[in-house]
């Protein structure tokens, strides 16, 4: 593109040279002038298609809206307009003073002058041819008779007295009878044609000026010669004279001026037109390369804005990264400078942005581990009570999925159990309440089972969004714990405190009864071993009472090892009476074996079947029913009878020490159910169920073989 | 909003039409100055008859062209001005339908004619030989007679076999004054020219050289 305008711009200043070369006289070039103005007019079409191109492509980007372009028409306007008006002006009074000055090469007056020369030329020529022919007229009289043998002599002698160069007589055949000629006069007679013969002797005489090559202008007059003789024939003479050399030239060059003035004259015309085609095209090349020159100013001008506007499209789409070049000192070059300045701010900026960000993310997935791995419930809350975040553990505790908390209001929890709703029903009270900071225990009822939570509310601090933050931690294991612990104490206490004065009491009613024995008649005798029989009786109660506290609070370790369950279930029901309790067994057939220590887990199934047999003891048609089944984990053992059940307001402390229904017996046997179960990282559970009677259900680790129970 | 967009739009149009306008006189422009009218005026000179005889010497042309001056060239003559004619005859030997045709001879004559003002009578030259006359019509037959004009050697031609000529007269321009002779630039008022008369001719027999007497 840059090339081919380069060569047109170049081949249009030489084709313009070569034109005010040809404008001038020399002869060369204006041998090729209409090959010029062709190649002239080629260029100049070549140009004009190069502009409307370049005036096509830049309506194109116009059009598609290419950033500048409509810069790059503006200043092509410009600068053409600025361009054309001297272009025109110069033009127009170039071809006005053209015309006039071609026209002033002519007047009417030289115009004149030279015809009236030529004319002038003409009457002084027929002067001299008419004085010649009055001469003719003479001589041939004074010929007429002339004898053949004085004839020379008479031509001679006429021609000195005439001055006439050259004088000839032809005879009526044209054939030559006498020529004399003077010093300048030719040997050989100029020969008539044989139509002027004719004529002469039609009595018409022939007298003209010729010219001749070799003696230049001439005047020949040929005359008839009349003879009186009858039979004489009819002679001709001929007469040549040249014309005199001063007057011949004079009108030769009078003659020449003219031709050429009029030669000019008939193609004055046509210079004009030559002139007025080479100022056209000179115009039009100067004028097309302008607006060639104009476009490439133009294009260059628009560059650092386009240059700007493919800066800017990189920053809007992110990339920071180009930088544009400065291709120009001036203030555009400054303008770019400072974008790439401002760019690479930017680039900065963004990429500090980018780090920080980065930084709280990591932040932000710290917390939340460090949240993940916290035993404690922790759930978030905004103003309005909405639940903003939520970690495992209070799903865990709460015992329900994380996504059933999420987003959800406190007070609008609608769970299908109850006890997450009084969980959350309490909860918006204390925060309803405004404290700073609040501590309760709460009582949470789960599926599985009465658990206590210790939860803790906080007003969220200020600066930061507006909530609050509630954690709770299950303690039901810690007061169990607690609450085992300080039982065992009790019992420890309780058999050495009672154990110590039972043995003296035994043996001192022993003694009173071994003394009196013999010494008292017979009533009081057998009232004696009565009443001491009594106090030993009691005493020994008392003693296993005692030795039964003491082995609740000295409860051997279980040891865990693989076991049958459903074996040890039918080991122990071997030693009931079946019949009498209604037993009845459905044992999984396929049963993994569990952890657990037989000795121990023989002792519930004892007391969960004594207590069963306890509660039916009264019962007119006893039903009691054992199954073994395996569930995800763990081995559930269930003992289902058709009692009275538990009365409700023992329920909550079954599993207390004295908590009993039963007029005898220590009300340890659940406890130590209970005590055994948790030795063994189990559950249990009881029930009573609504159609009467109660179902007591313990579930059992399954045994892993690495030994490791879960 | 929407008048100032439509506004600009019919600026901007009305500019691209004037660049249009300007674009495309500026072709018009160049094209009138590539394509010079080249046209040859329709005139009424005519090649009358033209024929090829033989003669001891070689082969001779005998024709008559009916040249008729336009008036811008009688004017012209009439102040002196030289006009230059050619007087072009080509001879062919047509081809089959599998060669070309062969070129025999083009020869070229040139032939002047001119108003001696001194003289007052038309000079016209053709050839060597120079004749003048005293009338305008005169001269014009005179130019156009053309006798015995060698045109091809002897053993040019074969005997009976046939070839086909093509004779015209036309103006020479190139002798012109010189700001009329830059064609394209006068106007066809400086023309002159024949069409082409063509004829075919059988190469007659070269006569024996008679013995001088």
Same mark, same amino acid.
């Given at each position: 593109?840059?090339?081919?305008?380069?060569?047109?711009?170049?081949?249009?200043?030489?084709?313009?040279?070569?034109?005010?070369?040809?404008?001038?006289?020399?002869?060369?070039?204006?041998?090729?002038?209409?090959? &010029? =103005?062709?190649?002239? /007019?080629?260029?100049? $079409?070549?140009?004009?298609?190069?502009? *409307?191109?370049? %005036?096509?492509? !830049?309506?194109?980007?116009?059009?598609?809206?290419?950033?500048?372009?409509?810069?790059?028409?503006?200043?092509?306007?410009?600068?053409?307009?600025?361009?054309?008006?001297?272009?025109?002006?110069?033009?127009?009074?170039?071809?006005?003073?053209?015309?006039?000055?071609?026209?002033?090469?002519?007047?009417?007056?030289?115009?004149?002058?030279?015809?009236?020369?030529?004319?002038?030329?003409?009457?002084?020529?027929?002067?001299?041819?008419?004085?010649?022919?009055?001469?003719?007229?003479?001589?041939?009289?004074?010929?007429?008779?002339?004898?053949?043998?004085?004839?020379?002599?008479?031509?001679?002698?006429?021609?000195?007295?005439?001055?006439?160069?050259?004088?000839? &007589? =032809?005879?009526?055949? /044209?054939?030559?009878? $006498?020529?004399?000629?003077?010093?300048? *006069?030719?040997? %050989?007679?100029? !020969?008539?044609?044989?139509?002027?013969?004719?004529?002469?002797?039609?009595?018409?005489?022939?007298?003209?000026?010729?010219?001749?090559?070799?003696?230049?202008?001439?005047?020949?007059?040929?005359?008839?010669?009349?003879?009186?003789?009858?039979?004489?024939?009819?002679?001709?003479?001929?007469?040549?004279?040249?014309?005199?050399?001063?007057?011949?030239?004079?009108?030769?060059?009078?003659?020449?001026?003219?031709?050429?003035?009029?030669?000019?004259?008939?193609?004055?015309?046509?210079?004009?037109?030559?002139?007025?085609?080479?100022?056209?095209?000179?115009?039009?090349?100067?004028?097309?390369?302008?607006?060639?020159?104009?476009?490439?100013?133009?294009?260059?001008?628009?560059?650092?804005?386009?240059?700007?506007?493919?800066?800017?499209?990189?920053?809007?789409? *992110?990339?920071?990264?180009?930088?544009?070049?400065?291709?120009?000192?001036?203030?555009?070059?400054?303008?770019?400078?400072?974008?790439?300045?401002?760019?690479?701010?930017?680039?900065?900026?963004?990429?500090?942005?980018?780090?920080?960000?980065?930084?709280?993310?990591?932040?932000?997935?710290?917390?939340?581990?460090?949240?993940?791995?916290?035993?404690?419930?922790?759930?978030?809350?905004?103003?309005?009570?909405?639940?903003?975040?939520?970690?495992?553990?209070?799903?865990?505790?709460?015992?329900?999925?994380?996504?059933?908390?999420?987003?959800?209001?406190?007070?609008?929890?609608?769970?299908?159990?109850?006890?997450?709703?009084?969980?959350?029903?309490?909860?918006?009270?204390?925060?309803?309440?405004?404290?700073?900071?609040?501590?309760?225990?709460?009582?949470?009822?789960?599926?599985?089972?009465?658990?206590?939570?210790?939860?803790?509310?906080?007003?969220?601090?200020?600066?930061?969004?507006?909530?609050?933050?509630?954690?709770?931690?299950?303690?039901?294991?810690?007061?169990?714990?607690?609450?085992?612990?300080?039982?065992?104490?009790?019992?420890?206490?309780?058999?050495?405190?009672?154990?110590?004065?039972?043995?003296?009491?035994?043996?001192?009613?022993?003694?009173?009864?071994?003394?009196?024995?013999?010494?008292?008649?017979?009533?009081?005798?057998?009232?004696?071993?009565?009443?001491?029989?009594?106090?030993?009786?009691?005493?020994?109660?008392?003693?296993?009472?005692?030795?039964?506290?003491?082995?609740?609070?000295?409860?051997?370790?279980?040891?865990?090892?693989?076991?049958?369950?459903?074996?040890?279930?039918?080991?122990?029901?071997?030693?009931?009476?079946?019949?009498?309790?209604?037993?009845?067994?459905?044992?999984?057939?396929?049963?993994?074996?569990?952890?657990?220590?037989?000795?121990?887990?023989?002792?519930?199934?004892?007391?969960?079947?004594?207590?069963?047999?306890?509660?039916?003891?009264?019962?007119?048609?006893?039903?009691?029913?054992?199954?073994?089944?395996?569930?995800?984990?763990?081995?559930?053992?269930?003992?289902?009878?058709?009692?009275?059940?538990?009365?409700?307001?023992?329920?909550?402390?079954?599993?207390?020490?004295?908590?009993?229904?039963?007029?005898?017996?220590?009300?340890?046997?659940?406890?130590?159910?209970?005590?055994?179960?948790?030795?063994?990282?189990?559950?249990?559970?009881?029930?009573?169920?609504?159609?009467?009677?109660?179902?007591?259900?313990?579930?059992?680790?399954?045994?892993?073989?690495?030994?490791?129970?879960? | 909003?929407?008048?100032?967009?439509?506004?600009?739009?019919?600026?901007?149009?009305?500019?691209?039409?004037?660049?249009?306008?300007?674009?495309?006189?500026?072709?018009?422009?160049?094209?009138?100055?590539?394509?010079?009218?080249?046209?040859?005026?329709?005139?009424?000179?005519?090649?009358?008859?033209?024929?090829?005889?033989?003669?001891?010497?070689?082969?001779?042309?005998?024709?008559?062209?009916?040249?008729?001056?336009?008036?811008?060239?009688?004017?012209?003559?009439?102040?002196?001005?030289?006009?230059?004619?050619?007087?072009?005859?080509?001879?062919?030997?047509?081809?089959?339908?599998?060669?070309?045709?062969?070129?025999?001879?083009?020869?070229?004559?040139?032939?002047?004619?001119?108003?001696?003002?001194?003289?007052?009578?038309?000079?016209?030259?053709?050839?060597?030989?120079?004749?003048?006359?005293?009338?305008?019509?005169?001269?014009?037959?005179?130019?156009?007679?053309?006798?015995?004009?060698?045109?091809?050697?002897?053993?040019?031609?074969?005997?009976?076999?046939?070839?086909?000529?093509?004779?015209?007269?036309?103006?020479?321009?190139?002798?012109?004054?010189?700001?009329?002779?830059?064609?394209?630039?006068?106007?066809?008022?400086?023309?002159?020219?024949?069409?082409?008369?063509?004829?075919?001719?059988?190469?007659?027999?070269?006569?024996?050289?008679?013995?001088?007497?």
């Amino acid at each position: 593109m840059r090339s081919l305008i380069a060569a047109a711009l170049i081949a249009g200043i030489v084709l313009l040279t070569l034109l005010f070369y040809a404008g001038g006289e020399n002869v060369m070039f204006s041998e090729n002038l209409s090959v &010029l =103005f062709i190649v002239g /007019g080629v260029l100049g $079409a070549v140009l004009l298609v190069l502009l *409307g191109w370049r %005036l096509w492509w !830049l309506r194109k980007r116009i059009r598609r809206g290419v950033f500048g372009a409509k810069l790059t028409l503006k200043l092509l306007l410009m600068f053409s307009a600025v361009a054309m008006l001297p272009g025109l002006v110069v033009y127009g009074a170039s071809v006005f003073f053209l015309n006039r000055s071609i026209e002033t090469w002519f007047d009417v007056r030289v115009d004149n002058a030279l015809a009236s020369g030529v004319k002038l030329g003409q009457v002084a020529l027929d002067d001299l041819l008419s004085d010649l022919n009055i001469k003719a007229q003479r001589m041939a009289i004074a010929l007429s008779d002339e004898g053949m043998g004085s004839i020379i002599t008479s031509l001679s002698t006429l021609r000195e007295q005439s001055t006439v160069q050259e004088l000839t &007589l =032809f005879n009526e055949r /044209g054939g030559v009878i $006498a020529h004399v000629s003077g010093e300048r *006069g030719t040997l %050989l007679p100029v !020969l008539p044609e044989r139509s002027v013969l004719w004529q002469v002797r039609q009595q018409q005489p022939y007298s003209r000026i010729e010219e001749i090559p070799e003696r230049g202008l001439i005047m020949r007059v040929i005359v008839p010669v009349y003879t009186s003789e009858l039979t004489g024939e009819t002679r001709v003479l001929q007469l040549v004279q040249p014309v005199p050399a001063g007057l011949e030239r004079d009108a030769q060059a009078v003659q020449l001026a003219y031709q050429e003035y009029q030669q000019i004259a008939v193609s004055r015309q046509g210079l004009k037109r030559i002139y007025g085609v080479a100022l056209t095209l000179t115009l039009m090349l100067a004028l097309l390369m302008t607006f060639v020159i104009a476009y490439l100013i133009s294009d260059r001008l628009g560059a650092p804005l386009r240059t700007l506007a493919r800066g800017t499209r990189a920053v809007a789409k *992110g990339d920071f990264s180009q930088m544009q070049p400065i291709s120009s000192r001036d203030e555009l070059g400054v303008l770019i400078d400072s974008f790439n300045r401002m760019t690479r701010q930017l680039s900065d900026a963004r990429e500090q942005a980018a780090q920080n960000h980065q930084e709280t993310g990591q932040a932000k997935a710290f917390l939340e581990r460090v949240l993940a791995n916290l035993s404690s419930g922790v759930v978030v809350l905004d103003e309005s009570l909405n639940v903003l975040a939520v970690n495992s553990a209070a799903a865990l505790i709460l015992g329900v999925e994380p996504s059933a908390l999420q987003s959800q209001n406190l007070s609008a929890l609608e769970q299908p159990d109850e006890a997450l709703r009084d969980f959350s029903t309490r909860v918006a009270e204390r925060f309803a309440r405004h404290e700073e900071e609040w501590q309760e225990q709460i009582e949470y009822n789960a599926s599985e089972g009465r658990q206590t939570l210790l939860v803790r509310g906080t007003h969220l601090p200020p600066g930061m969004e507006r909530g609050y933050v509630l954690v709770f931690d299950d303690v039901t294991k810690l007061i169990n714990a607690e609450r085992n612990a300080a039982w065992s104490e009790v019992a420890r206490r309780l058999a050495h405190e009672i154990k110590n004065p039972l043995t003296p009491i035994q043996l001192s009613a022993e003694r009173i009864a071994h003394k009196l024995g013999g010494k008292l008649d017979t009533p009081d005798a057998e009232f004696l071993t009565r009443a001491t029989q009594t106090i030993v009786n009691q005493v020994a109660a008392m003693k296993n009472m005692v030795d039964a506290f003491a082995g609740y609070a000295r409860m051997p370790r279980a040891k865990l090892e693989a076991l049958d369950l459903n074996a040890l279930v039918r080991e122990v029901l071997a030693l009931y009476d079946t019949k009498s309790l209604g037993l009845e067994l459905h044992l999984d057939a396929g049963l993994p074996r569990i952890a657990g220590d037989s000795t121990l887990l023989r002792q519930v199934i004892h007391n969960l079947l004594q207590n069963a047999q306890d509660a039916l003891s009264e019962h007119a048609s006893p039903h009691v029913e054992v199954s073994t089944r395996l569930n995800t984990h763990t081995v559930n053992l269930t003992v289902t009878d058709n009692g009275a059940g538990f009365p409700e307001h023992l329920m909550a402390r079954l599993f207390e020490p004295y908590a009993t229904t039963k007029a005898k017996g220590t009300g340890l046997g659940l406890a130590i159910v209970k005590k055994i179960v948790e030795e063994h990282q189990g559950k249990i559970q009881i029930e009573n169920l609504k159609s009467g009677g109660a179902t007591i259900r313990v579930a059992l680790p399954v045994f892993v073989a690495d030994g490791e129970s879960t | 909003m929407m008048v100032s967009f439509t506004h600009c739009c019919t600026r901007s149009d009305a500019a691209w039409r004037g660049l249009a306008w300007v674009w495309l006189s500026g072709l018009l422009l160049a094209g009138w100055l590539v394509a010079a009218p080249s046209a040859i005026a329709a005139d009424n000179s005519v090649v009358k008859k033209a024929a090829i005889r033989a003669t001891p010497q070689g082969y001779v042309l005998d024709a008559d062209v009916d040249i008729a001056l336009n008036p811008t060239l009688e004017n012209a003559l009439s102040k002196g001005i030289n006009l230059h004619f050619l007087l072009e005859l080509e001879v062919t030997r047509p081809g089959n339908w599998y060669w070309f045709d062969e070129d025999i001879a083009e020869p070229v004559r040139k032939l002047r004619i001119y108003y001696h003002l001194l003289l007052r009578r038309y000079v016209v030259e053709s050839g060597y030989v120079t004749r003048t006359a005293e009338t305008l019509s005169e001269a014009l037959a005179m130019l156009g007679r053309v006798n015995d004009w060698q045109v091809i050697e002897r053993g040019g031609l074969k005997t009976g076999r046939r070839y086909e000529a093509r004779l015209r007269l036309r103006l020479d321009k190139e002798q012109l004054p010189k700001p009329l002779a830059i064609g394209g630039v006068t106007s066809d008022q400086w023309e002159l020219a024949t069409p082409w008369h063509e004829w075919s001719f059988e190469a007659p027999a070269i006569p024996v050289i008679p013995p001088p007497p």
